[in-house]
């Protein structure tokens, strides 16, 4: 079944610390989207790829960086932690039409 | 630029009466507009979307939502809601980046209690 698997589920670090989320795609999708989601802001697109080795930048993508290995694999990286960045991301896939879009389950994380 | 506004932040229902949570839009092409639901703990459900053709689309679990172009809405409604609707409903548009992919953009959010 088609999916989008984002890992770990839940992360602890400190601030100044180095935090790797993953998320990986079977959907065959090209495009590949990163999404942080905080109260009375909805969820905010931080970056997103149109393919492997690409990367744009999305709405809020301060402090974060990005990286898309495969067609499959994106990965958010957050290199010097702060608590401003507590919140749950979400990452999701789509055909790039505008009509589809299947998001992973999300990861929450705490800078403590 | 693209935008989305759920002017409600909070809404609290009767089980068993009607619903209308408000969605405008703004956006110069044609939309597609979606709108998700997160319950407790879990990711986003797409409820039902929307792009061309009856302007009322019908989704999951008895909801509904009607697209009005004059008015830039998308509002979403279900005759009767249940206690299990409690959750947080998310409108969004497909909106076209610079690039000229397509990227989803969020309104705010509006939490849902449904109460006996």
């Known amino acids: 079944e088609a999916a989008v698997t984002q890992s770990p589920r839940n992360k602890v670090t400190v601030t100044g610390g180095n935090v790797t989320l993953s998320c990986r795609q079977t959907?065959?999708?090209?495009?590949m989207y990163w999404y942080r989601q905080d109260t009375g802001h909805g969820l905010r697109l931080i970056h997103y790829s149109y393919g492997a080795g690409n990367l744009q930048i999305g709405d809020v993508p301060d402090g974060y960086k990005a990286t898309r290995t495969t067609q499959e694999d994106f990965f958010l990286l957050l290199e010097l932690a702060s608590p401003s960045q507590t919140s749950l991301y979400f990452c999701?896939?789509?055909?790039?039409?505008?009509?589809?879009?299947?998001f992973g389950s999300g990861t929450r994380l705490l800078v403590i | 630029a693209q935008s989305v506004t759920q002017p409600d932040a909070r809404v609290t229902v009767s089980e068993g009466a009607s619903l209308q949570l408000r969605c405008k839009y703004s956006y110069s092409g044609t939309p597609y507009l979606f709108w998700y639901v997160q319950y407790p703990r879990q990711g986003l459900q797409l409820l039902l979307k929307?792009?061309?053709?009856?302007?009322v689309v019908q989704g999951v679990n008895g909801f509904e939502a009607e697209f009005i172009k004059s008015n830039s809405s998308f509002h979403l409604r279900k005759a009767s809601v249940h206690w299990s609707d409690s959750a947080v409903y998310f409108c969004a548009v497909s909106a076209e980046t610079s690039s000229s992919f397509s990227k989803l953009v969020f309104g705010q959010g509006t939490s849902l209690s449904v109460v006996p």
């Open positions: 999701a896939s789509s055909d790039g039409g505008g009509s589809d879009y299947t």
């Open positions: 929307y792009y061309s053709g009856d302007p």
């Open positions: 959907n065959s999708h090209n495009y």
